[in-house]
């Protein structure tokens, strides 16, 4: 009897499932041919530089630069400044109740040993009216967040790219989309800036925490320094149905090695500091 | 009539389920099991890792409705290792179903900004009621991006 109830329901089911999974393989395979935009600079590994560079190679090279910087040993001197624009009053309520500002800097200090690897740190971030909202630290093994007052092991590490992820999300992007990123350079008060482009329509629209309505597309670009290889901005830019567009971040990067922490600071690397 | 809309809702879950493994790289979740009530129930959260995104859910499972299901509070929080700092938190507190067997809570966060490894984590304590009997484990679900 239960079989005979089921049998209608479980045909319906498995031709159901059937034409999701046969929809979602078609629009898996024919993904490169949606998520264009109108336009992408780079054709035939020739981009907008006038060369004929790919932007892997380019990356690749502003990459070595860098991390030859970011890896001598001695104080890594980091300052981000962020503003991000979504529909949330704060990026959230720390568990001391402090809001994450929407508009915010973080200075930090990486300490590297003779192997190019972080062995402490210390990070602040500040808000626009020059309140502290949050400060971390890691020493002797251990990293400690002064809003959690949590103390986790940490092992030392490799402190890597300052990119923001964005060299692993161009090889994803080239990887899965089957296309190269936009490339071209500006010139910006006499620095030559390299600027990488990618620029992706979801899949499908997307509800996400951030905003109130659904999200479309996203656009990131980051801007390397031709001469040092370091990043100093990046931006994304979330885009809306209607076609309208807003910057979800952007972040100004200023990287020094000639910034070292001054005694408050190097207080929060001791237990008793904290 | 209850048979079916058992079936109608485990098939849509399932699809959901099916979906989200297909569109994300990584999925990852941890689970507990106990009972209220002589009524066997389950808690789980999940973490899909996507490219831009990532999405976090919560669950509260029972085998046969019960007087109260859902969760008393849920946080998700995503820090960059590196330098240690919360980037985002969102906690919501006290959302529950009466009378049924399954609750469900779901969200999709844009990544905040991060040089080298996020640690995302999806927490907080499930509530299970029927009768007197309570149950209020505590999960919590850490995924690395």
Redesign the interface.
């Known amino acids: 009897m239960l079989h005979k109830r089921f049998s209608p329901i479980l045909t319906i089911i498995m031709i159901v499932s059937v034409l999701v999974l046969a929809y979602v393989q078609f629009y898996t395979v024919n993904a490169s041919e949606k998520i264009h935009f109108s336009y992408n600079n780079v054709t035939n590994g020739k981009s907008a530089l006038g060369n004929t560079i790919l932007p892997q190679d380019m990356l690749d090279r502003l990459n070595q630069k860098a991390i030859e910087l970011t890896s001598r040993p001695g104080w890594v001197y980091t300052k981000e400044t962020t503003v991000y624009d979504i529909d949330r009053e704060n990026n959230g309520v720390l568990p001391n109740g402090q809001p994450i500002p929407l508009s915010h800097t973080i200075e930090s200090w990486f300490h590297i040993n003779a192997d190019g690897l972080v062995f402490e740190s210390v990070s602040i971030m500040w808000a626009e009216n020059g309140d502290i909202v949050q400060v971390s630290a890691f020493a002797n093994g251990s990293a400690w967040n002064s809003t959690t007052s949590e103390i986790l092991h940490q092992e030392p590490f490799y402190l890597g790219l300052l990119d923001y992820g964005f060299t692993r999300d161009m090889q994803d992007y080239t990887e899965r989309l089957k296309v190269q990123p936009d490339l071209f350079n500006v010139v910006l008060e006499g620095k030559e800036l390299i600027v990488f482009t990618l620029n992706e329509r979801h899949d499908m629209p997307v509800n996400a925490l951030d905003y109130n309505e659904p999200v479309y597309g996203v656009r990131t670009s980051a801007y390397f320094d031709e001469e040092s290889g370091l990043l100093v901005e990046t931006e994304r830019i979330m885009i809306f149905e209607d076609g309208t567009e807003r910057k979800y971040f952007n972040i100004a990067l200023e990287v020094r090695l000639d910034v070292l922490p001054q005694d408050e600071t190097l207080k929060y690397l001791e237990e008793e500091g904290r | 009539m209850a ?2 809309i058992r ?1 109608r809702r485990l ?1 849509i879950v399932g ?1 959901t389920i ?2 989200a493994v ?2 994300f790289n990584v999925v990852a979740a941890s689970e507990t099991g106990g009972a209220v009530g002589g009524i066997f129930c389950r808690a789980r959260k999940t973490i899909n890792v996507g ?3 990532w999405y976090a859910y919560v669950e509260s499972i029972a085998v046969a409705p019960i007087g109260t299901i859902g969760y008393t509070w849920w946080t998700l ?1 995503e ?1 960059c ?11 919501y507190s006290g959302s529950v179903r009466y009378g049924d067997d399954y609750f469900l809570d779901a ?10 490894q996020r640690k995302l984590m999806n927490m907080g304590t499930h509530d299970f009621k029927q009768g007197s009997d309570v149950w209020r484990p505590y999960l919590q679900e850490v995924k690395y991006k």
């Open positions: 048979t079916y079936a098939f699809i099916l979906l297909l569109s490219t831009y995104f929080r820090v290792v590196p330098t240690g700092q919360i980037t985002f938190q969102a906690q969200a999709n966060i844009y990544y905040r900004a991060c040089s080298g």
